[in-house]
């Protein structure tokens, strides 16, 4: 989803702006800067991430304005580094496609808000409840926290930015539902399939770079 000044009324804009000025307040001061500074490998996971979400976000598609469609990427990000510097790389990320013409500054941080602080929130919000109510399992933390965690973070993204345009008066009900809702399981799959399988790997060949995994719990109690 790309917002922009024309599209919305303003107030969107500035409250979209002053959400996610006070989110990233908090994942600044949340972010664990010790370690990110003592520890090449990390530097370089997440310099490297970075590159790879503008890369994806710049492959996008959609028929009307602010009405595109494209892959997030964030749940495996949210997982592997946590919601903090999950954020902080999007952000990093979002602005890269302001700056090459893909969003537009007006409406940056809504968009913001809509395609980045809301999916890694359902993320760890779901991996949070895995965490305290499932059994600490690895196909369980696999399945439940990648390939499903990937899926409802592309429906959040959707729905939210949908609600924006409907409740602003930008677009109908009926014309968001065909145009764009009902495409949203065409790209909640896939989107489930990367993040999973990109879990997948990190999960087999390298589980302590995964931040939110520990495999004493999910591998060596087991």
């Known amino acids: 989803m790309s917002f922009s000044e024309g599209l919305l009324h303003s107030y969107w804009l500035i409250g979209g702006a002053l959400t996610y000025c006070m989110v990233m307040f908090h994942a600044v001061r ?3 800067w010790a370690a990110l500074k003592d520890n090449r490998t990390l530097q370089h996971m997440l310099f ?15 028929i009307s304005p602010g009405l595109g469609i494209h892959f997030l990427g964030l749940t495996i990000m949210t997982l592997v580094f946590g919601w ?9 990320a979002l602005i890269g496609m ?8 007006d409406g940056l941080l809504l968009s913001g808000v809509c395609s ?37 973070s592309a429906a959040v993204a959707g ?40 879990l997948t ?16 719990v999910y591998i060596d109690d087991q």
């Open 30 to 32: 949340n972010a664990p």
């Open 48 to 62: 490297g991430a970075t590159a790879l979400l503008m890369a994806l976000w710049s492959m996008r598609a959609g």
């Open 84 to 92: 903090d510097l999950a954020i902080l790389s999007a952000t990093v």
């Open 98 to 105: 302001a700056v090459v013409g893909k969003e537009s500054w």
């Open 116 to 152: 980045v602080l809301l999916p890694v929130a359902s993320t760890w919000l779901l991996y949070r409840f895995v965490e305290a109510k499932m059994m600490k399992n690895f196909f369980v933390f696999l399945f439940v926290c990648g390939f499903l965690g990937a899926g409802l």
């Open 159 to 198: 729905l939210s930015a949908s609600a924006i345009l409907v409740l602003d008066g930008v677009y109908t009900v009926e014309k968001i539902i065909h145009e764009y809702v009902r495409y949203l399981p065409l790209i909640m799959f896939p989107e489930g399939l990367m993040n999973g399988i990109f």
């Open 201 to 216: 790997g990190m999960l087999v060949f390298h589980p302590d770079w995964v931040r939110t995994f520990d495999a004493k």
